[in-house]
C-alpha cells in the first residue's frame, strides 16, 4: 500500500486503496485473506496482523462467522467458511514460508531497488503471500492477496516447468473442475508453444513475464525448494516494464538465485513445506 501521495505505483488488478477508506472493512478484508491462503487463523494471530487488539479482532471475526466466511474448528482456530468465494491455500506453512522469506526480501529489494513477491501456487492459481516494495517513485505497488493465473506469471512459470507433463495435461488440459487444481484449459493452438517456453525455464533457471498479467509491469521469477527438492513456491522481482531491461542488465538473475539460495537454506531449517 502507498503512504506517499507523491509516489505513483504501476498498475495493479486489485485498485488503489480509496482515499476515504473504512478501516473496519479494510479488515476484514484482510482477515478474509489470511484465511484464504493460510487455511487457517487464531485469534491471537488475527490480532496480531491487524495490530489491534484481541478483542476488536474478536469482533470481526465474528461477523465473519456470522455472514458464513469463517467457522471455528474442534480447536478454536477460525478456517475458510462455505460462503468463501476463493478455496483456502490449503497450506499450513505459509505463515512460516512468509516469516522465513521477509528478511530476505528485504535485502534483495534493497539491492535491486525493485519490488520483490513471494508466492505459491494452489492448482492453476498462485498465491501472493508478501510484498516488499522497492523505493522508485515509479515501481511496481504492493501484491500480498493477489491471486493470479499461475501460467502468466513469472513465479508461476517457474514453479510450473518443474512439473512433469501428466500433472500439466491435468492443469490446463482437463475440463473438468475439482477444487481449483484444473479448469484453467489452454488452447489448443497455446499449448505447444507454452510446454517449449517451459522447457526453456527449465535451461535457464528462471521464467520471465513481459506484461502478460498487467500492462506496464515485466517481472523475473525463480522457484523454491524444501530440503527434499520439492517446490514450496517462488520469489519475483516486478518492475515497470520500462525499466526491466536495464535491471535485469545490472545482474538481476544472480541477484534473485543468490537470494533463493540463501533462503532454500532457510527453508532447509524450519518445517516451511508442503503437508
Same mark, same amino acid.
Given at each position: 500500500?502507498? @503512504? @506517499? ?18 478501516? #473496519? ?11 484464504? =491462503?493460510?487455511? #487457517?487463523?487464531?485469534?491471537? =494471530?488475527?490480532? #496480531?496482523?491487524? +495490530?489491534?487488539?484481541? *478483542? ?23 478456517? !475458510? +467458511? ?32 525493485? &519490488? ?5 501456487? $494452489? +492448482?492453476?492459481?498462485?498465491r501472493f503471500l508478501a510484498t516488499v516494495e +522497492? @523505493?522508485?517513485?515509479?515501481? $511496481? ?7 493470479? !493465473?499461475?501460467?502468466? &506469471? ?25 477444487? %481449483? ?7 489448443? %493452438?497455446?499449448?505447444?508453444? /507454452? ?10 533457471? /528462471?521464467?520471465?513475464? /513481459? ?5 506496464? $509491469? *515485466? ?24 525499466? /526491466? ?13 543468490? &537470494? ?7 527453508? #532447509?531449517? @524450519? ?5
Open positions: 500500500m502507498q @503512504n @506517499n501521495p507523491s509516489r505513483r505505483t504501476a498498475s495493479r488488478p486489485a485498485q488503489k486503496r480509496p482515499t476515504y477508506s473504512i478501516e #473496519a472493512v479494510d479488515n476484514a478484508l484482510l482477515l478474509l485473506q489470511l484465511l484464504r =491462503d493460510g487455511g #487457517a487463523l487464531r485469534l491471537k =494471530d488475527a490480532a #496480531a496482523e491487524l +495490530g489491534v487488539a484481541p *478483542s476488536t479482532a474478536h469482533r470481526l471475526l465474528a461477523m465473519l462467522v456470522y455472514r458464513g466466511f469463517a467457522v471455528q474448528d474442534e480447536t478454536r482456530r477460525y478456517v !475458510p +467458511g462455505p460462503a468463501m468465494g476463493v478455496g483456502p491455500a490449503g497450506l499450513s506453512w505459509t505463515r512460516l514460508l512468509r516469516t522465513i522469506a521477509q528478511p530476505h526480501m528485504e535485502l534483495l529489494s534493497g539491492k535491486v531497488n525493485e &519490488t520483490v513477491n513471494l508466492m505459491v501456487r $494452489v +492448482g492453476t492459481k498462485v +522497492g @523505493n522508485n517513485v515509479l515501481r $511496481v505497488g504492493d501484491r500480498q492477496g493477489t491471486v493470479m !493465473p499461475a501460467n502468466r &506469471t513469472s513465479g508461476g512459470k517457474a514453479m510450473l516447468a518443474e512439473l512433469e507433463l501428466p500433472m500439466l495435461e491435468q492443469l490446463f488440459r482437463s475440463s473438468d473442475i475439482d477444487g %481449483g487444481t484444473a479448469g484453467d484449459t489452454i488452447p489448443d %493452438g497455446e499449448y505447444p508453444a /507454452f510446454l517449449r517456453e517451459l522447457e526453456t525455464i527449465r535451461g535457464n533457471g /528462471f521464467a520471465a513475464n /513481459f506484461e502478460g498479467t498487467e500492462d506496464g $509491469v *515485466s517481472a523475473l521469477g525463480m522457484a523454491l525448494h524444501n530440503i527434499r527438492g520439492d517446490v514450496v513456491g517462488a520469489l519475483s522481482v516486478a518492475t515497470p516494464a520500462t525499466r /526491466f531491461r536495464s535491471v535485469f542488465d545490472a545482474g538481476l538473475v544472480p541477484a534473485l538465485r543468490e &537470494t533463493c539460495r540463501q533462503l532454500e537454506i532457510d527453508i #532447509a531449517a @524450519n518445517p516451511a513445506e508442503r503437508d
